[in-house]
């Protein structure tokens, strides 16, 4: 059955430093997304892309996030410089459409020290 | 803006019992509403989704509901077992760019 895959499950990295999480999104769906997970907290959505542009994105994701499609499989989040408080599980996400079914990766614990 | 809200926040109950969680959300202009389940330190997977238009949606021993005019949705888990054991989590979708919303969840634990 087809996932969506994410690495590394989990990455711990040095305050200041940059990170990027990976994702292999189901290979026939068109939209993508990165959401996080802080311990103890709901799941907060951080943004939205589609046919290469970021469609939504919200307050958490500001100018220390970036995202990009590289090539015709991979989907990544950059954080560029990491903060204590960026420590979260991230997930990645994609769907057919907006409005069918979402299935999210396992996430990438990022433990920022 | 958009709040999605999960009654109860944790669940006790004996195996067997059929059960059900509630999940409200404020505005009731929605495209769907996903439940989800996580499993402790694990992703979220997806159990059903029901599009505005649908009044419920089944999966096995899963049965969610909508009521998009009064704001909630139900899980209702018949005859539940151990392996039912997870957070669940119920989320909305009310923009045309796939943001999903998302409640607190409920953490279920079914005791043999």
């Known amino acids: 059955e087809p996932e969506v895959t994410q690495t590394p499950s989990h990455q711990v990295t040095q305050m200041g430093q940059e990170v990027i999480l990976r994702c292999v999104p189901i290979?026939?769906?068109?939209?993508f997304y990165w959401y996080r997970q802080i311990l103890g907290q709901k799941v907060e959505f951080l943004v939205s892309?589609?046919?290469?542009?970021?469609?939504?994105k919200s307050e958490i994701f500001d100018d220390q996030f970036s995202v990009e499609r590289p090539d015709g499989s991979n989907f990544t989040l950059k954080i560029r410089s990491t903060k204590l408080e960026d420590s979260a599980m991230y997930f990645c996400?994609?769907?057919?459409?907006?409005?069918?079914?979402?299935?999210f990766g396992q996430g990438t614990r990022l433990t920022v020290v | 803006k958009q709040e999605v809200t999960q009654i109860p926040a944790a669940l006790s109950v004996p195996e067997g019992e059929n059960l059900v969680l509630n999940c409200s959300f404020t505005?009731?202009?929605?495209?769907?509403l996903q439940w989800f389940r996580q499993d402790p330190g694990k992703g979220l997977t997806s159990l059903l989704l029901?599009?505005?238009?649908?009044r419920e949606q089944t999966s096995g021993r899963l049965n969610a509901s909508l009521d998009k005019s009064s704001g909630r949705s139900t899980l209702y888990i018949a005859a539940s077992q151990p392996g039912d054991s997870a957070t669940y989590l119920c989320a909305v979708l009310s923009s045309n760019t796939g943001k999903l919303i998302f409640g607190q969840g409920t953490t279920l634990q079914v005791k043999p």
């Open positions: 290979s026939n769906h068109l939209y």
């Open positions: 505005d009731s202009a929605i495209y769907n």
């Open positions: 996400a994609s769907s057919v459409g907006v409005g069918t079914e979402a299935f």
């Open positions: 892309f589609y046919n290469n542009e970021i469609s939504e």
């Open positions: 029901i599009q505005s238009s649908q």
